[in-house]
């Protein structure tokens, strides 16, 4: 691989440039996004992955990375224009097993969890730990909360959880420590579709009380 003066960035094997940016995770998590809309055409790209707070940027095999791509990603960090992605109502059944104690932890009554966590818009911040699965940033601050000192064996397919600032949804059925507040009927991830997962990073998602 071409040696290169890096300074913003660093290789993550042998094909992965990553870049970390600080700030709050709001601040890092939309100049990852945006900057991966605005690296994700470069001929040598295969594939962008934004994350909480980096941006992952995968070369084709055997591609060296242009000098306009080092210069973007070694640039100090700006404020970029995040894409705005699509905009999805999930309905929820707050009926969830935790339900009780995240209203317990925030000082609050069910009912109150329940209509601050549908008072908001969210935004996908990345997909991780599983296919499909969305990281929202968004969860009104009161119901922040720490995840589940010992993690279930099995979570349901399409529990809708909340765990420190993130709330997120399980597209299937796995180990998991997130606080489960609802279930939605919403299909997240579908290998036979040509977009699998239905969310993507710069969605908006707004949780409708069914």
Not at 35 to 49: A, H, I, N, T
Not at 59 to 64: K, N, Q, S
Request: hydrophobic share 45%; proline share 8%.
């Amino acid at each position: 691989m071409l040696a290169l003066a890096m300074s913003a960035w660093v290789w993550a094997g042998e094909r992965g440039m990553l870049r970390r940016f600080e700030g709050s995770v709001a601040q890092a998590n939309a100049t990852a996004r945006a900057l991966s809309d605005e690296v994700r055409g470069f001929e040598e790209v295969v594939d962008v992955v934004p994350g909480a707070r980096t941006l992952l940027v995968e070369l084709r095999a055997g591609a060296e990375p242009s000098d306009a791509l080092v210069r973007a990603l070694d640039a100090q960090a700006r404020t970029l224009e995040a894409r705005v992605g699509s905009t999805h109502e999930v309905r929820v059944t707050y009926e969830g097993p935790d339900l009780h104690d995240v209203a317990t932890l925030a000082g609050l009554s069910s009912d109150d969890v329940v209509s601050l966590h549908s008072s908001v818009e969210y935004v996908v911040a990345f997909i991780g730990f599983q296919p499909g699965f969305p990281y929202l940033l968004g969860l009104p601050e009161q119901l922040v909360c720490p995840r589940l000192a010992t993690p279930r064996v099995k979570v349901p397919p399409g529990s809708v959880a909340i765990a420190g600032e993130y709330a997120g949804i399980y597209p299937a059925a796995s180990p998991g420590g997130w606080r489960l507040i609802g279930t939605t009927d919403l299909a997240l991830f579908d290998p036979t579709r040509e977009q699998p997962s239905l969310l993507a990073p710069g969605d908006r998602v707004r949780f409708v009380p069914a």
